[in-house]
């Protein structure tokens, strides 16, 4: 007797912990990025923002067959770095920007000893916030 079974397959990125992603999740989208193939899709999907690419475009760009390419897409999903969305018949693809801002916060936020502005990697504080600049140190002359 054939039963009819309907599978639905997502891909879940990293949740966030509040405001910071957490190691094993800041990991898993370093790893992603750490294989060539899947660096260059996910800087071309960067140039593309905010329109993306279609599946089939991205692998005539890389020059990869379609399978492979679905599973670096989906590693990179996985990671938290890339979404895809239904258009049609095809899938475009679109950098996850806020992804990747957030696996920018969880590396920056420790430097320093939790000061990243002293590294430069933080934003600048706004005019006006009360966050003046670091304080100079001079050496007294005796």
């Known amino acids: 007797m054939a039963r009819n079974n309907l599978a639905v397959v997502a891909h879940a990125g ?6 910071t992603l957490s190691a094993p999740h800041a990991l898993a989208a370093l790893a ?3 294989q060539p193939t899947r660096l260059q899709i996910f800087q071309l999907l960067m140039r593309a923002e905010p329109d993306g690419r279609a599946a089939g475009a991205l692998a005539g760009e890389i020059g990869c067959p379609h399978n492979t390419l679905s599973t670096h ?4 999903a ?3 770095l890339v979404r895809g969305t239904r258009d ?7 950098a996850d920007v806020e992804g990747m801002r957030g696996l920018l916060n969880y590396i920056v936020n420790d430097c320093c000893s939790g000061h990243p502005e002293l590294c430069g990697l933080a934003p600048k ?3 006006g ?9 001079t050496k007294r002359k005796r």
């Open 14 to 19: 990293p949740v966030a912990d509040g405001d």
């Open 125 to 127: 504080p706004a005019a």
């Open 32 to 34: 992603a990025l750490g």
């Open 88 to 94: 049609g018949r095809a899938i475009v693809y679109r």
């Open 129 to 137: 916030c009360g966050c003046g600049p670091a304080a100079k140190v």
């Open 73 to 76: 897409l989906a590693i990179l």
């Open 78 to 80: 996985r990671a938290g």
